[in-house]
C-alpha cells in the first residue's frame, strides 16, 4: 500500500518537473529573413580592370563616332549607307550604357585620378582617334575617294577594337567586365567584318 502511494507521488512530481520545464524553456527567435538583408555592395574593380574597361570602352567610342560621321556624310547621299550606320551605332550604343553602369557601381572615376593616372569613363573618341579621322577628311576631298578611306579607317580601327575587347575579356578578374567585354568582341567582330565586306564592295567601283 505504501509502495503504491510513494510511485503516484513520485509520477505526479515528474510530470509536475517536465511541465514546469517546458514553461520556462527559453524560446528560440526566428532566424532572420534574408531578403530583408542589406544588399553587397560590388567589389570595385582592380586597377587592371579598370584599364581593360576603358580600352574597351575607347574602342567603342570610335564605332559610335564613325558610325556617326558616315550617316551625317551619306545623309544626302546613299540611304542603304546611312541604315548601315544607323545599325552599327545602335547596337554599340545597347552594350555600351550597360557597360558604364558597371563601370561606376565598380568605381571607375568619373576624371582621371591625378595620383594614379586612372579613369576616366570615356564619353569621346581619343585625341589619336580625332587625328586619323581629321586625316582622311584633308587627304580625300573627294567624295568617292573620302568613302574608300573612311571605310579603310573603320575596318582596321573596328578590327583593333575587337582584338582588344577579346583580349581584355580572357584577362578580366571581374565575371561581369569578363561577360561584358566577351559581348562587345563577338559584336565587333561581327561588325568589322560587315565593314569590310562595304569596304571591299566600294573599291571594286573604282
Do not use: C
Not at 66 to 94: C, Q
Not at 164 to 183: F, I, S, T, V
Request: charged fraction near 30%; aromatic fraction near 6%; glycine fraction near 6%.
Amino acid at each position: 500500500m505504501k509502495t503504491s502511494s510513494l510511485l503516484a507521488i513520485g509520477t505526479a512530481s515528474l510530470i509536475f518537473t517536465v511541465g514546469a520545464g517546458a514553461q520556462n524553456a527559453p524560446t528560440t527567435k526566428p532566424a532572420a529573413s534574408s531578403a530583408t538583408a542589406a544588399p553587397t555592395k560590388p567589389k570595385p574593380f582592380a586597377p587592371a580592370d579598370t584599364r581593360i574597361y576603358i580600352t574597351i570602352a575607347e574602342a567603342m567610342q570610335f564605332q559610335l563616332k564613325a558610325s556617326e560621321k558616315l550617316r551625317g556624310k551619306m545623309n544626302d547621299g546613299d540611304p542603304e549607307l546611312v541604315v548601315f550606320a544607323a545599325k552599327i551605332g545602335r547596337d554599340v550604343t545597347e552594350l555600351y550604357t550597360p557597360g558604364v553602369t558597371l563601370a561606376q557601381e565598380r568605381g571607375v572615376p568619373g576624371a582621371v585620378d591625378k595620383k594614379t593616372k586612372t579613369g576616366t569613363i570615356p564619353t569621346d573618341i581619343t585625341a589619336a582617334d580625332k587625328a586619323a579621322l581629321a586625316r582622311v577628311d584633308s587627304m580625300n576631298k573627294d567624295d568617292k575617294k573620302w568613302l574608300v578611306a573612311y571605310f579603310d579607317l573603320f575596318a582596321k580601327e573596328s578590327k583593333k577594337g575587337a582584338a582588344e575587347a577579346d583580349k581584355g575579356a580572357k584577362a578580366a578578374q571581374d565575371a561581369d567586365l569578363k561577360a561584358w567585354a566577351e559581348k562587345v568582341a563577338a559584336l565587333l567582330k561581327t561588325q568589322t567584318e560587315e565593314i569590310e565586306a562595304k569596304h571591299k564592295a566600294l573599291k571594286s567601283k573604282k
